[in-house]
């Protein structure tokens, strides 16, 4: 049963990371097209929730590197996130935050594989 739930968290996580991911960096080019499309930090904001509920499921039960690497990179989503949705300022963290979040989840999701086979 704990495989399973592991296995999705970390499905979970890494989904969310990419989409959020590839949402970063495309949609700046989707805002210099005339399509009447603008910014909302909102969505970024639920993409930082879904991966939050991630983090905490998965730490409890990682390895302290994979822990470390998920909080630290949680913290610049975080970051990047707050500061763009109180001060309107665009930090280029959650780039490097989503793929920590990314690495931390497949490290984990391997790990947790060979462990329970």
């Given at each position: 049963m704990k495989k399973t739930t592991t296995s999705f968290y970390?499905?979970?996580?890494?989904?969310?990371?990419?989409?959020?991911?590839?949402h970063c960096l495309i949609f700046p080019l989707l805002t210099i097209l005339p399509l009447g499309i603008s910014h909302n930090p909102v969505i970024d904001l639920l993409f930082a929730l879904i991966g939050l509920f991630a983090v905490i499921?998965?730490?409890?039960?990682?390895?302290?590197?994979i822990s470390s690497i998920l909080i630290v990179s949680m913290s610049l989503i975080w970051?990047?996130?707050?500061?763009?949705?109180?001060?309107?300022?665009?930090?280029?963290l959650i780039y490097f935050?989503?793929?920590?979040?990314?690495?931390?989840?497949l490290m984990n999701y391997k790990i947790h594989k060979k462990q329970h086979h």
């Amino acid at each position: 049963m704990k495989k399973t739930t592991t296995s999705f968290y970390d499905i979970l996580g890494v989904s969310s990371a990419t989409i959020c991911l590839v949402h970063c960096l495309i949609f700046p080019l989707l805002t210099i097209l005339p399509l009447g499309i603008s910014h909302n930090p909102v969505i970024d904001l639920l993409f930082a929730l879904i991966g939050l509920f991630a983090v905490i499921k998965i730490i409890k039960k990682s390895s302290l590197l994979i822990s470390s690497i998920l909080i630290v990179s949680m913290s610049l989503i975080w970051i990047s996130v707050l500061s763009d949705l109180f001060f309107e300022i665009h930090l280029d963290l959650i780039y490097f935050g989503g793929t920590g979040m990314i690495i931390g989840h497949l490290m984990n999701y391997k790990i947790h594989k060979k462990q329970h086979h």
